[in-house]
């Protein structure tokens, strides 16, 4: 079965092709990837002979226009097999070279073609991480607008012998979100990184997407409500360090919320609308403050050697919910404002060594306040709930995939998150009590941290 699935994923890994491009070293980008054009911004998907598993792979620019990479994820019956794939521009010998690594260890590296007919070919030396050496080869052709043919061999005893002939389908033209999950809500705010940079996106309760921000500033959603909040790089003086706390009206225009600069953060505004709960920079440390919505002053919340970040309100704006590494890890802990009594409320050691996102949260109050959502790390990211007092912790998501940024929507039904549980980072939701899961995004370019509007 091992094979099989190494098979699956060379089907998309080896077809692509350069060939007769007379690009030179400094020329057009553009014209150096043109053959693999058709593939890019677009997500594919196609099933395979077995009816069952299926293969999904999402393509897109990366560093302007400068290399491509593909994000690719085999599902079915066996545990997913996951792969990245890097396509650049070879200037010394005016070819595309690609390198593909998966979760397994394997790897491959190779050169394409463009075929007199125009489809793209590459025979395909592929080494397991055994050291095992398998040789494939695949002809792609597009059948145009939203699908294309891929027809695969394999090597065996020196002879070449047909795979399967199997059809990819653009899923971005073909798939739409279902957005009546959503109507307790006026849809939701998600970040997308397009372009180097990270913008906000509005899907709306009518299932129309619009793109709110779209500049080099670095905006990044972190609050719902019925102006959510975000923090950007937009206004911040060139050489400081920080953020600057936006907040975003209905009709997609947005204004500075204060002048304090915060650290890479969760924000939180209280439940009485008259407070923000914000981290802050303090040498090496970052420290909790509270900031009067009306007169901007704040109030600092922690003083210690830890770095406390990422506060949530109670629904009672009695106890703040936040992460800490007071305890030697990032865990999640709460304050109750009135005289400062702190409580640990997580300590997962798997998470210790953990190096992207750093231990557990961010930790969100559901809407009554009595139950907190948070994101924790068991190999991978999942959704997992706990009572608001800490106990009765267990996982709302259990797969093999990550599952991050969880936000609750405004009765608490439901709670969105992203996920790169086909191939890319989409954007989802979560039925609390029945576990229904809807996908809302359909995009070859990562979208994260999803907030809900209230309407």
């Known amino acids: 079965m091992k094979l099989l699935i190494l098979i699956i994923a060379l089907t998309m890994v080896s077809p692509l092709a350069l060939g007769q491009s007379t690009a030179s070293a400094d020329g057009d980008w553009a014209e150096r990837f043109a053959p693999m054009h058709w593939l890019t911004k677009r997500c594919w998907k196609a099933t395979f002979p077995d009816g069952v598993t299926t293969d999904q792979h999402c393509f897109g620019y990366q560093y302007g226009d400068k290399f491509i990479h593909d994000s690719h994820v085999v599902t079915g019956p066996n545990p997913t097999y996951r792969g990245q794939t890097l396509y650049a521009w070879d200037a010394e010998n005016e070819q595309i070279t690609y390198w593909y690594w998966t979760n397994l260890g394997s790897y491959s590296t190779g050169v394409m073609h463009v075929m007199e007919d125009g489809a793209l070919y590459s025979p395909e030396r592929h080494v397991a991480d055994d050291g095992t050496i398998t040789e494939l080869r695949s002809v792609w052709r597009y059948d145009g607008d939203s699908s294309f043919t891929s027809t695969q061999q394999q090597k065996v005893d020196g ?196 190096l992207g996102y750093g231990g557990e949260g961010p930790p969100r109050y559901s809407p009554d306040g009595q139950t907190i959502a948070w994101m924790s790390h068991d190999g991978d990211w999942e959704i997992a709930l706990m009572d608001a007092d800490g106990s009765n912790q267990r996982q709302l998501t259990n797969n093999d995939v990550n599952d991050s940024f969880p936000a609750w929507s405004p009765s608490g039904q439901l709670i969105a998150f992203n996920s790169d549980r086909d191939g890319n980072e989409e954007i989802y939701v979560i039925d609390v009590t029945s576990r229904n899961v809807s996908r809302m995004t359909f995009t070859p370019e990562p979208e994260y941290a999803p907030v809900f509007i209230s309407p």
Request: glycine share 8%.
């Open 159 to 354: 002879q070449w012998q047909a795979v399967w002939e199997i059809v990819y389908h653009d899923i971005r033209r073909n798939q739409a979100a279902d957005v009546s999950v959503l109507k307790d809500s006026n849809g939701l705010v998600f970040t997308r990184y397009h372009n180097e940079s990270h913008d906000l996106i509005k899907l709306g309760g009518d299932g129309n997407v619009v793109a709110i921000t779209d500049s080099a500033a670095t905006d990044w959603v972190y609050a719902g409500g019925a102006e959510p909040l975000f923090v950007s790089r937009r206004g911040v003086p060139k050489g400081e360090r920080g953020y600057l706390l936006y907040r975003l009206r209905a009709d997609g225009s947005f204004k500075r919320a204060f002048d304090h600069l915060l650290s890479d953060s969760a924000v939180s505004l209280s439940r009485d609308g008259r407070r923000y709960a914000v981290a802050m920079h303090d040498g090496n440390d970052t420290e909790l403050w509270l900031v009067n919505v009306e007169s901007g002053h704040a109030d600092r919340l922690t003083d210690n050697a830890c770095k406390d970040t990422d506060p949530n309100w109670s629904a009672s704006d009695e106890w703040l919910v936040y992460r800490s590494d007071c305890g030697g890890a990032s865990d999640i802990w709460r304050m109750r404002l009135a005289d400062g009594h702190v409580e640990q409320l997580t300590s997962n050691a798997s998470n210790d060594g953990e």
